[in-house]
Structure formats: structure tokens, C-alpha cells
């Protein structure tokens, strides 16, 4: 995808290096990019999410703050304040050379400074946080000692990483002033929150802080086996995949897309479209409210982004054995307390086949096991297994099934 080198002013007047990724074809939309504490617009989740959301059509500027990276200015005078500032800053140049940004994204300290800045821009129509804090305050524990100190001396020198920086008192006082919740409360924009449960720098519990605070809509995707910094390739291609995706319905198309897009199938109830999304097993599945990515193991050729089609297939039978139960036992005030279901698929050989004209044949079987958690007696118990296999999926599955296929312009 061509990306653009560019060069914007800060309210300082100092210049601020970004990079802007651009599709191949004409943009969607535009996207601006907050990187984390003392990263930079190079990181590798920021340069992987930009290039994956590019070929999604959705065009990014990502950009190094005030002092980072190739950006001038003194790191050392900078704060939260100056961060929101510069996003100020890179989103007037996106709409005075290209178009205002719709979508924000930000990636841990950016993330805070996304949900913090949105509401001054008033073209944003979603944000999106990676790993990030509830408030900007949450980065004083990264530093647990330099508070005092600074009340001792001008400037002291830290250690973030393998990185070195210099940051004065200005830097933990303003932080004070960013230490509530209530601008996410005012958000009134779409909202989605990417959290590592086992990362180790900020707390998944910062997530359910945005999430319990932020209005609907909005959506919490868990990046599991995911680390703070999304090193890995394909949790970073994931977190792009899921967010155009998500974006794709709060995004306003240009108008050269909606014409190349004129053609495009309204999607109707009950119908499911499946789009390719790269050349090997990527899919994007869209019914008219929803969205999901299907997808193959690495180990199959794919890019493990999602649930294969034989993981869907169980999915759609479990999710709909437990609403039925579910319905059942409200509907019958049955004190069922929880309910799981655990599934597998395998072939297995069938030995006694009346009907097979060859000498062996395999047949699919599903493993279906279905814990019960309540004050039950053991007839609801078995009652409650006799609804489980009159699920509309159940029945579905075990029915003559006919598919009829063609192909369409």
C-alpha cells in the first residue's frame, strides 16, 4: 500500500513527522493513530495495524508526538495535554489536505489520549482503544518513585524499557487533571475495546472500567495470548481485520467508493454474506446487524483470525442448545443457574452400515456435553436434556438438509 511521508505543525509551531497509510484504490474513510507511551509512529503494532486497515480501505495517519521519534520539540516539556494537542493537530491536517477523520485508534497511553480528544472532534464516528487505561492517571505507576523526587529537582531521567527520558513535575500535574472517567461517560461515539487478559503492563480491569463507563454502542474484543505491545504479527493483523470490520457500519464512505460500491447486495434479514479478505482463508462474515471474521489455523495455510468453519458449525449448535435451555427453564422457573456446553466434531468409522456399497465408510459425529449448574432434581435434569435435542439447530442438523447452489453475476 503507498504510504505518504508528512510533515504538520504542532501548536507550538514545531513540526510533527507522521506517515499516512493509503489504500490502493480510492479511501473509504481516514483513520488517525495514537501510539503508546514513548513509542513512536514506527511500532510495530501501529505499522501492522495501519498497512492491515489500508488494505481494508481505510486510509491512516499515524504520527510521532511532540519529541518522539523523527518529531521535533523537547520530550521533556511534554504531557497528556501536548499529546491531545498534537492529535488536535494531525486531525486539522488530515481535513485541510484530505478529509476529517472518522474513526480514532488508540494503543495503550493513546488509547486514553483517543477517548479523551474525542469529543472535540466532531467528525470522529468511532474510536477504538488497544490495551489502553481508563484515565491518563494510570501511568504513574510506571514511575513510582519519580513523583517524589521531582519535588526535590527540575527534571529526573527515567527508564521506560530500554529507553531513556527526561520528565519534569509539569508531567505528573497534569496527569492529575485526567484522572475521572467522566468524558468517556459523554463519549456518544461507537466505541470498541481490544485488552489482553494476561498483559502485564496495563490491567484488563482498565478495560472494564472504559467499558462500564462508555454508553452503547459499544463492543469489547479479548486478545488472548496477545502481550502488551502486540509483537506478535498476528495479533496485530487481528486487531485490523476485527476493527475495519466493526468501522465498516459508523464509517461514511466517499463518494467515488459508493459508486464503485453501487452495486453491492443489500444485506437482508436472515441472509449471511461471506466476503475474502486476503488470498488464503481470511473471510468476513456480515449478516445486516453483525460482522465476524472465519478464518483457518496457521498450520492449514491460514491466519488464525478467527473460528474455522467446522468451529462455527459447533458454535451455531451450542449457542443455540443453551438459548433453548435457557428459555425453557425461565419459562418454567427452573432454578438453573448456569449453563455450558462443550462440543467437538470427529469422523468416525461406522460399523454397522445396512445401506453402504463399500467396505468401510466414516460417518460425522458430534460430541455434544452440557454442564447444569441449579437446584435441580434428577426428572428437570433429564427433562432439561430432552429440550437440549430439540434445539432448532439440533433438528436442523439431523433433518434432510438440501442446498441449493448457483452461480450469480
Excluded at 511521508?5 to 479511501?27: D, I, R
Excluded at 498497512?51 to 495517519?61: K, P, T
Excluded at 489502553?132 to 519519580?146: M, R
Aim: overall charge negative; proline content about 3%; hydrophobic content about 40%.
Amino acid at each position: 500500500m503507498p504510504i505518504i511521508k508528512v510533515e504538520f505543525k504542532n501548536s507550538q509551531g514545531e513540526f510533527l513527522s507522521g506517515l499516512l497509510e493509503t489504500p490502493s484504490g480510492n479511501a473509504q474513510s481516514y483513520a488517525l493513530f495514537a501510539h503508546c507511551f514513548t513509542c513512536s509512529k514506527n511500532s510495530l503494532a501501529a505499522a501492522r495495524i495501519a498497512s492491515a486497515l489500508a488494505d481494508q480501505g481505510i486510509a491512516v495517519l499515524r504520527f510521532d508526538f511532540t519529541g518522539i521519534g523523527s518529531s521535533e520539540g523537547d520530550f521533556s516539556n511534554t504531557n497528556f495535554s501536548s499529546n491531545l494537542e498534537d492529535l488536535i493537530a494531525a486531525a486539522n491536517y488530515l481535513e485541510q489536505h484530505y478529509a476529517a477523520p472518522e474513526l480514532l485508534i488508540g494503543h495503550s497511553l493513546g488509547g486514553a489520549a483517543v477517548l479523551a480528544v474525542a469529543q472535540k472532534l466532531p467528525t470522529v464516528k468511532a474510536v477504538s482503544t488497544i490495551g489502553a487505561p481508563a484515565t491518563a492517571q494510570h501511568i504513574q505507576h510506571i514511575f513510582p518513585d519519580a513523583y517524589e523526587k521531582l519535588k526535590e529537582q527540575a527534571s529526573i531521567q527515567v527508564k521506560l524499557g530500554e529507553q531513556h527520558f527526561k520528565i519534569r513535575h509539569q508531567f505528573f500535574v497534569d496527569l492529575e487533571n485526567y484522572n475521572s472517567v467522566a468524558h468517556i461517560e459523554k463519549l456518544r461515539k461507537a466505541l470498541l475495546i481490544f485488552h489482553a487478559p494476561l498483559d502485564n503492563v496495563v490491567s484488563i480491569d482498565e478495560a472494564a472500567r472504559i467499558y462500564n463507563a462508555a454508553k452503547h454502542p459499544k463492543s469489547f474484543v479479548s486478545l488472548d495470548q496477545a502481550d502488551h505491545l502486540l509483537t506478535r504479527s498476528e495479533d496485530s493483523n487481528y486487531v485490523a481485520i476485527v476493527l475495519a470490520s466493526w468501522a465498516s457500519r459508523y464509517l461514511t464512505k466517499s463518494a467515488d467508493t459508493k459508486s464503485e460500491n453501487s452495486t453491492a447486495t443489500v444485506i437482508e434479514p436472515g441472509t449471511v454474506v461471506i466476503h475474502e479478505r486476503d488470498k488464503k482463508f481470511t473471510r468476513e462474515i456480515l449478516t445486516q446487524q453483525h460482522r465476524l471474521i472465519s478464518d483457518e489455523p496457521v498450520a492449514m495455510g491460514g491466519s488464525d483470525l478467527g473460528l474455522n468453519p467446522y468451529e462455527l458449525l459447533l458454535a451455531a449448535l451450542g449457542s443455540c442448545t443453551s438459548m433453548t435451555l435457557r428459555m425453557y427453564a425461565n419459562h418454567k422457573k427452573i432454578d438453573l443457574q448456569d449453563i455450558q456446553v462443550e462440543l467437538s466434531h470427529d469422523r468416525v468409522h461406522a460399523e454397522d452400515c445396512t445401506n453402504c456399497d463399500k467396505a468401510a465408510i466414516t460417518i460425522d459425529v458430534i460430541t455434544r456435553k452440557i454442564t447444569l449448574k441449579g437446584e435441580l432434581d434428577q426428572q428437570q435434569r433429564e427433562r432439561l436434556l430432552e429440550i437440549a435435542n430439540r434445539c432448532p439447530v439440533h433438528k436442523t442438523l439431523q433433518s434432510k438438509i438440501q442446498i441449493n447452489t448457483e452461480l450469480t453475476d
